[in-house]
């Protein structure tokens, strides 16, 4: 499992970023996910009405985070929870992208076995394919600090 977190500029961090903020992230990602193509197109799926039969099948998975983190809770991270918060993930559930958990993205490559460079190389394409998904949907970008 490789994971990088990513912010898109335009929105409050965590945990300053607004419920208002927090719900424009989500329904900027709904957009941005429908547009992924091939084997990193798949499923959304809003933490807000989640059906129990689905949380329950991303528990099993391990993909579903949880409320209930102290730290985060201290830090205000999870003001109205569950909302603008949810899941996306690939058919063969190796590319995933949680949306407003602590970063407003969490995207993650993973698989069974050794082959790292495989997860890496899905992991940046993933990167890229959400970042101009979000840049044609709003004309947004990660925020990102040309230092580093």
Excluded: C
């Excluded at 900027?28 to 009405?49: C, E, Q, R, S, W």
């Excluded at 993973?110 to 460079?117: A, C, E, L, P, W």
């Excluded at 495989?118 to 101009?132: H, N, W």
Aim: proline residues 2%.
């Amino acid at each position: 499992r490789i994971r990088v977190g990513r912010n898109i500029d335009g929105f409050g961090l965590s945990p300053g970023i607004t419920k208002d903020q927090r719900l424009g992230v989500e329904n900027l990602m709904k957009k941005a996910f429908a547009n992924l193509t091939g084997d990193l197109a798949g499923t959304y799926y809003p933490l807000t009405g989640m059906e129990e039969k689905v949380r329950q099948q991303l528990v099993d998975d391990h993909f579903l985070f949880m409320s209930g983190d102290k730290n985060l809770i201290t830090a205000g991270m999870e003001r109205d929870w569950p909302e603008g918060r949810g899941i996306f993930h690939n058919k063969d559930k190796t590319f995933l992208t949680w949306v407003n958990e602590e970063d407003q993205l969490r995207i993650i490559s993973m698989q069974g076995g050794g082959d790292v460079r495989a997860v890496f190389d899905r992991l940046a394409r993933g990167i890229k394919a959400v970042g101009d998904s979000v840049k044609a949907e709003s004309g947004k970008e990660f925020m990102l600090d040309s230092k580093y």
